[in-house]
């Protein structure tokens, strides 16, 4: 009689799953030998311990929110991994007050304004830019007087002791935005109700606009664009009538 023994070869893997940013554990992250069925998750604190069944595999680590890490491993050991944020879930997201949030998490209204949109037509100042663009915004002009600012209103006047909203301009609060180009705007977002304006308390409660300027990239060329706009405006008709003299 001739007997033949074989024994299936494994071994151990243990390890902390930990974030670039923070440093902190992820816990909860997925580890799973690739290819296989084989998968444990972290802990509270970020640690696994995975038995990889052969001489050597692939360790696949993955997190909501987090790019895919994988190790090769050929002998049982500790495997510490640190995991990059996913720069692509940044995509579509709103800004409010401080912070932002994904549009389909947004509760509150909110309107965005590209640049494309401001530059259409001629204006003569950003608010004026803003008429008709924007539900719920009106922009008038109070005096025939050239260059004189328009008063925006969002969702109607909520106060009589000055109904104008606040503006928001690359961080920074200003009075008004008619100091800024049209075309120096990358997009503009118009926070109108209590729930989008909350973050800015009672200085929001007549509704807040953000304003984006234009910036230049690392990896983007230099490139120089003039754009010019000349109007004339004058009085109609011309009354005489009786002065001092």
Avoid: C
């Avoid at 075309?183 to 989008?196: F, T």
Wanted: no cysteine.
């Amino acid at each position: 009689m001739i007997t033949l023994s074989a024994w299936a070869q494994s071994f151990t893997v243990t390890g902390t799953v930990t974030s670039s940013d923070d440093g902190e554990p992820l816990a909860g992250a997925t580890v799973r030998v690739k290819g296989k069925s084989v998968l444990t998750a972290a802990d509270i604190d970020g640690n696994y311990s995975i038995t990889v069944p052969g001489k050597e595999a692939v360790l696949e680590f993955t997190y909501i929110g987090y790019d895919a890490a994988e190790r090769r491993v050929t002998k049982a050991g500790v495997v510490d991994v640190v995991m990059q944020p996913n720069a692509d879930l940044l995509d579509e997201v709103v800004v409010i007050g401080y912070g932002s949030v994904r549009k389909s998490d947004l509760t509150g209204s909110v309107a965005s304004v590209n640049a494309d949109k401001l530059t259409k037509t001629p204006a003569a100042s950003l608010s004026n830019a803003l008429q008709g663009q924007v539900a719920g915004v009106t922009v008038n002009s109070l005096t025939g007087r050239p260059g004189a600012g328009a008063e925006v209103r969002i969702r109607g006047v909520g106060t009589v002791n000055g109904a104008s909203p606040i503006y928001v301009v690359d961080g920074v609060i200003a009075d008004d935005i008619d100091f800024l180009s049209p075309n120096d705007i990358e997009h503009i977002e118009v926070l109108k109700d209590a729930s989008a304006t909350a973050i800015y308390g009672a200085r929001g409660a007549n509704g807040v606009i953000i304003v984006t300027t234009k910036g230049g990239g690392f990896s983007t060329p230099t490139h120089i664009t003039f754009n010019g706009y000349v109007g004339v405006q004058q009085r109609w008709k011309k009354l005489d009538v009786m002065n001092a003299k």
